[in-house]
Every structure is written in C-alpha cells, then in structure tokens.
C-alpha cells in the first residue's frame, strides 16, 4: 500500500511492532515465571498502569516539543530495561520490567498522530484506515511476541530473549533520522471541522472503550496460564496468545477500512456483538484444537474497533492530537488493566472458563451501547 512508502509511517508502524512485541512477551515470561493467575493479573495491572497513566503527559509534550525525541526514546527506553528486566533476578528484575513499559507510555501517542495525519496526505483523508494500519503493526507485535517468547524459553531460556533488544536498537536508531524535522503535532482548536460532542457521547465513548479493554486483557493476559494448566507447553500457549493478537491485527484493518465508508458507530455495534460468539464458545469447550480458530477470530472482532476509538477521540477532545490520542489511549489501556485485577482473581477462584462467561457478557453490554455513538455535528 502507498502509505507504506512513506517513510515517516514506515519508522513508526515498525517502531509499533517492536514496541508491543516487548510488550506482549510479559504474560507468557510471568507464566514461564511460575506466577499465579492473581500475580499475574496484578503485576500486569502494575505494568498496565505505568504505561497508561502517564500516556497523556507524553502526548502534552510531544504537541509542544515535537515527536523525534518521545518516538525513538520509547523504543530505546524499552531496549534498555527490558534488557535489565532479563539481567536482573527476582524482584528486582520485575520492577525493571514495570519501568520498560513508560518507553511504551512515550511512543503511542507519538506513534498514534503520525499515522492519522499520513493519513490525511497519502490516503485522501481516509484517517481510520492509517491509522488501522498503524495499529495492525502494534497487534502484529502482539501476535509475533508470545510466540517468539515461548519459542525462545523453550529452546534459550531467559537470556535467549536478549535477542529482542537487539533487533530493537536500529529501530529506534531510524525514528531519530525519519522524525529529524521534529513538527509539533496540530492542536484540537486549530483544525477546520472541529467535532462538538455532548457529554453523553464522551461517557458512552469511554464505557464501550473499557469494556472492550477489558474483554481483550482477560483474553491476553490470562489464555497463557488457562492453556497451561490444562497442560500444553511454552510453545502452545505462547502461540495461543499470539493468534489471539493476531486476529486483533486483521481485524483492526478491517474495523478501519470499514469505519472510513460505513457509520462508525455500526461498525463497533456489529463487531463486538459477533465476536461474543468465539468468546461463548471458547468458555464451553475447554482444551480442544477447535480453539486455535475461536482465539483468533474473538482477536478478530474485538480489535476491528481499536482505529475507530482513537479517531473519534482525536476528533472531540480539545488540545493537542497528541494529549488526545494519550488520554483515549491511556483511558483504554487503564481500564482494562483494573479490571484485569477482578477477573484473575476470578479465574483463580472460578476458573478461566467462568471469566470467559463474564467476558460474552462485557461484550454483549458494549455493543448496543456502540449504537449511540453518533457521529458529532461539526462547526464550518
């Protein structure tokens, strides 16, 4: 696709998928780790947290200071104490994990105002479908990075995963020389048609936001330790992650392709009413090869509306496009990770399969409340 050649999009969709291949590595390097379902959860939550929270803080700066800097030092960021995470024993190696994961807080929102402002240049204003593309590269980490994950515990170990801050130096390397002119991202007040949404659409932005956050935390964050005491190896339950993100990935283009030429709010509604029916599923059959195409295709429509929530959000919250694609973003990732501390301590008393059932049901909540997300008026 043309948008590919450019290389300002090319840097940070690649700088996506490394950025979230460290990411998505976690949940299966705390199960290999022989963390319980309730650790898990709570340091996932931790992690979550520190990359959500301070996501807007990095979008305020990079609207005034530029991108170069946020960009290319999240991915080195994450380099280095992803490296010190491995290094490190213990406790000690955990809470480099825990501070890895504010290069990701910096990048996103950087990553995410590029993409929608190539976008409107090479794309004709088609800004869901860059910015689907953008996020398809971050998902793609997501599907690549348990795989790779358990395939290298398997056969290295621990020091085996020091290959990935390796492969991430260049990376980082070419965001620095793509983002050398260093623009300040366009502010919210300055851009013509300028949305004007109720609170009412803010609210219900955000509860159908969490609710899908939630669904695909429990779905990622807790399919690895469900697959593994149902007895499967590094390599499966690391791959089950990864077909989950996977899906994510490809329908997170489809979702956007679709947003830019259909309601966005019918787009969202559909999507996660159908993937209640993977999920229901899933929850029923326990261990079963019937799984490996459930996974993915839960993946598939849960994540067509990702692109769609953050256009809206660039559209209705006033300031920077960077403070808005870090507030809707930071909200999302948050969201989910709180509760993700509800439903591991589910899984732990209930079992997997219960939170599964409670997962059909957040999604089945979201979808008529999609409905209402009507497309804000706009002044000329």
Same mark, same amino acid.
């Given at each position: 696709m043309q948008i590919f050649l450019n290389a300002i999009f090319s840097s940070v969709a690649l700088g996506h998928l490394m950025v979230d291949?460290?990411?998505?590595?976690?949940?299966?390097?705390?199960?290999?780790?022989?963390?319980?379902?309730?650790?898990?959860?709570?340091?996932?939550?931790?992690?979550?947290?520190a990359s959500a929270l301070t996501q807007p803080l990095f979008g305020y700066m990079s609207d005034r200071l530029g991108p170069r800097w946020l960009a290319a030092g999240g991915v080195l960021w994450m380099t280095v104490f992803y490296s010190a995470a491995l290094l490190f024993p213990g406790n000690a190696g955990l809470v480099c994990l825990i501070i890895a994961a504010l290069g990701s807080s910096a990048f996103h929102p950087v990553g995410a105002v590029q993409a929608t402002l190539c976008g409107h240049s090479d794309l004709q204003g088609k800004e869901t479908t860059a910015?689907?593309?953008?996020?398809?590269s971050g998902q793609l980490g997501h599907f690549i990075g348990p795989i790779l994950t358990g395939l290298i515990l398997v056969a290295y170990q621990i020091p085996g995963l020091l290959i990935?801050?390796?492969?991430?130096?260049? $990376? +980082?390397?070419?965001?620095?020389?793509? @983002?050398?002119?260093?623009?300040?991202?366009?502010?919210? =007040?300055?851009?013509?048609?300028?949305?004007?949404?109720? $609170? +009412?659409?803010?609210?219900?932005?955000? @509860?159908?936001?969490?609710?899908?956050?939630?669904?695909? =935390?429990?779905?990622?964050n807790l399919i690895p330790k469900y697959i593994k005491d149902l007895g499967q190896s590094a390599t499966v339950y690391g791959s089950m992650a990864g077909l989950f993100m996977g899906g994510s990935a490809l329908g997170n283009v489809i979702g956007g392709y679709y947003g830019d030429r259909y309601p966005k709010r019918i787009v969202v509604a559909l999507a996660l009413f159908f993937s209640s029916i993977p999920i229901y599923i899933a929850s029923q059959i326990g261990w079963s090869n019937w799984l490996y195409l459930l996974v993915p295709l839960a993946g598939a429509l849960t994540g067509a509306v990702n692109s769609i929530m953050i256009v809206l959000a660039q559209r209705i919250i006033p300031g920077g496009m960077a403070l808005a694609s870090g507030l809707i973003l930071g909200f999302i990732f948050s969201s989910g990770a709180v509760g993700l501390i509800y439903t591991g301590h589910l899984a732990e008393a209930y079992g997997f399969p219960y939170v599964l059932m409670l997962t059909t049901g957040m999604v089945l909540l979201a979808a008529p409340l999609a409905l209402a997300l009507k497309t804000p008026t706009v002044q000329a």
């Open positions: 291949i460290f990411n998505s590595s976690r949940p299966v390097l705390l199960t290999y780790l022989n963390l319980s379902d309730t650790e898990i959860a709570v340091f996932s939550s931790i992690y979550i947290w910015t689907s593309l953008f996020f398809m990935l801050p390796i492969l991430s130096i260049p $990376v +980082g390397i070419a965001l620095l020389h793509h @983002l050398r002119e260093n623009h300040p991202h366009p502010h919210a =007040s300055t851009k013509q048609n300028q949305a004007r949404a109720g $609170v +009412g659409f803010v609210i219900t932005l955000m @509860l159908v936001a969490a609710l899908q956050s939630w669904a695909q =935390s429990n779905m990622v």
